[in-house]
C-alpha cells in the first residue's frame, strides 16, 4: 500500500486536507477527551457519539500508547538527578525524547510538582 506523506496527494479522499486534520484533531484530544460509555452525549445524537467512538476504536489501533504516570515520574527523576531542576527546561527534554509517548499536560504537571 501507497502511503502519501502529503495529504494533498490523496486522491480517494475527497477533502485530503480536512480529514487529516480531522484525525490529527482526534489523535490529539483522544488522550484528555476519552469516548466512554459514560461519556454525555446529546440525546440528539446517539447515532452520532457512537460512530465516534467506533471511529475512535479504528485508529486507536495504530495510535502510541501513552505513558502512564509513574513512567513520567521516571523520566522527570532521571532528569532531575542529571542536575536538571528548572520545569521549563524539564519540559522541553520530555517533549523532545518522549513528544509522542506522553501526555504534556500531565508530564507539565508533574514537572512543576517534582521541582517544587
Same mark, same amino acid.
Given at each position: 500500500?501507497?502511503?502519501?506523506?502529503?495529504?494533498?496527494?490523496?486522491?480517494?479522499?475527497?477533502?485530503?486536507?480536512?480529514?487529516?486534520?480531522?484525525?490529527?484533531?482526534?489523535?490529539?484530544?483522544?488522550?484528555?477527551?476519552?469516548?466512554?460509555?459514560? @461519556?454525555?452525549?446529546?440525546?440528539?445524537?446517539?447515532?452520532?457519539?457512537?460512530?465516534? %467512538?467506533? $471511529? !475512535? +476504536?479504528?485508529?486507536?489501533?495504530?495510535?502510541?500508547?501513552?505513558?502512564?504516570?509513574?513512567?513520567?515520574?521516571?523520566?522527570?527523576?532521571?532528569?532531575?538527578?542529571?542536575?536538571? @531542576?528548572?520545569?521549563?527546561?524539564?519540559?522541553?527534554?520530555?517533549?523532545?525524547?518522549? %513528544?509522542? $509517548? !506522553? +501526555?504534556?499536560?500531565?508530564?507539565?504537571?508533574?514537572?512543576?510538582?517534582?521541582?517544587?
Amino acid at each position: 500500500m501507497k502511503v502519501a506523506s502529503d495529504p494533498t496527494q490523496c486522491a480517494w479522499i475527497p477533502d485530503p486536507v480536512e480529514y487529516f486534520q480531522h484525525w490529527e484533531n482526534i489523535r490529539g484530544n483522544s488522550a484528555r477527551r476519552p469516548v466512554t460509555e459514560s @461519556t454525555p452525549t446529546p440525546a440528539a445524537e446517539p447515532e452520532r457519539a457512537a460512530a465516534e %467512538k467506533a $471511529e !475512535l +476504536d479504528v485508529i486507536a489501533q495504530w495510535l502510541p500508547a501513552l505513558a502512564s504516570e509513574d513512567v513520567v515520574r521516571g523520566w522527570i527523576q532521571s532528569l532531575i538527578d542529571d542536575g536538571n @531542576t528548572n520545569p521549563g527546561k524539564l519540559m522541553g527534554l520530555l517533549m523532545k525524547d518522549h %513528544k509522542d $509517548e !506522553l +501526555d504534556g499536560k500531565m508530564a507539565r504537571e508533574l514537572c512543576n510538582e517534582m521541582c517544587g
